[in-house]
């Protein structure tokens, strides 16, 4: 069965779509970004794959949340899914001269991709997992604004004069927040607590050297993310490249040796929290502090070493949640230390 490439360019309140035809885009309109829209959508891409049969194969680019309603509603038609990193769809574009840049040229530029490059299908979270993830991102939004309010309330110290009102305004948003924070964190431990095998790979994953009472569930949930997304099938090393921390050399002919870096293309809010989550543990009298030590003798710089430490973290923690067994530092103390490139 041949598939139709169905290319999105997502916005708040609409969204443009192209379908890849006879090797070429075809721009299918402008629709509002709502159930109306996506039947819409469907009744006029039905004429196209009706009479063969054909698949669809949805294209579209994460939008901070924009392009879930459609992606629900593909689900529900068992349309195929991607959701392809932007960057990587910018970096294609520019490989094939492409410079303007409109939502009907975006969309027309992402069916093409879909065609072209065939980028894997998304797959959703299990109820229970994707229940969490929203949880644990909606705790991160109370921290930030806890945090900026805070701040400024620290402020206050150095200014002269300080009205009053705005005083007990701010001090009134934190304790909403406080209590709002306090909230949701019950409510995750609560759902923890409903789901045992969530809970017991949460434990099994505490056992790596770095991986704390912070960092542990979004942790788990890359690992979901991940073993879906490849049907059971995934490697450390895809599992690497995805989060972003796959070494990108920087090299040409006999010339040019610029210092290697990280690809940086995952989710960069996972690899904050994995570099934390590794400055951290090389802190401690641990297996990873051990590995850091060893780089840093090594000559590597500290940075280096650090980020280094944070992908080793991430695929200890594949190895624990695939095999689903505690970490065992004296057998990843035994192996020989790899070439580390960052």
Request: with cysteine; hydrophobic share 40%.
């Amino acid at each position: 069965m041949s598939t139709q490439f169905l290319g999105v360019d997502m916005a708040k309140d609409t969204f443009d779509a192209a379908l890849w035809v006879n090797d070429q885009a075809q721009w299918l309109g402008t629709f509002p970004n709502t159930l109306a829209g996506f039947q819409d959508l469907q009744t006029r891409i039905l004429p196209q794959t009706a009479e063969t049969g054909e698949t669809i194969h949805l294209i579209v680019e994460p939008t901070g949340g924009y392009e879930l309603a459609l992606v629900n509603f593909a689900c529900e038609q068992r349309w195929q899914i991607s959701l392809p990193n932007p960057k990587q769809v910018r970096d294609w574009a520019k490989g094939q001269g492409r410079r303007a840049k409109t939502d009907q040229q975006d969309a027309m530029l992402l069916a093409k991709y879909g065609a072209k490059e065939q980028p894997r299908l998304w797959s959703p979270l299990p109820e229970a997992v994707a229940t969490l993830d929203d949880l644990l991102r909606r705790r991160d939004d109370l921290e930030l604004m806890l945090r900026q309010e805070r701040n400024r309330q620290s402020a206050f110290d150095s200014r002269p004069v300080v009205s009053t009102s705005v005083q007990a305004s701010v001090e009134q948003v934190i304790r909403v927040l406080e209590e709002a924070l306090q909230s949701i964190e019950r409510t995750i431990k609560q759902h923890m607590h409903s789901h045992p095998d969530l809970d017991r790979a949460a434990k099994l994953l505490l056992s790596v050297p770095g991986i704390g009472q912070k960092t542990v569930l979004p942790i788990l949930v890359v690992m979901i993310r991940w073993h879906t997304l490849t049907d059971g099938q995934g490697v450390a090393k895809g599992l690497v490249a995805y989060v972003g921390l796959d070494p990108q050399p920087n090299e040409s002919g006999t010339s040019v040796r610029k210092r290697a870096t990280i690809s940086r293309m995952g989710n960069r809010v996972v690899r904050r929290k994995l570099f934390m989550a590794a400055l951290g543990g090389v802190r401690g009298n641990n297996a990873l502090q051990h590995f850091y030590r060893r780089l840093v003798g090594r000559g590597k710089p500290k940075m280096v070493a650090l980020v280094a430490a944070a992908r080793k973290l991430l695929v200890w923690a594949w190895a624990v949640f695939r095999t689903q067994t505690a970490f065992d530092p004296a057998r990843h103390e035994a192996q020989p230390l790899l070439k580390c490139l960052t």
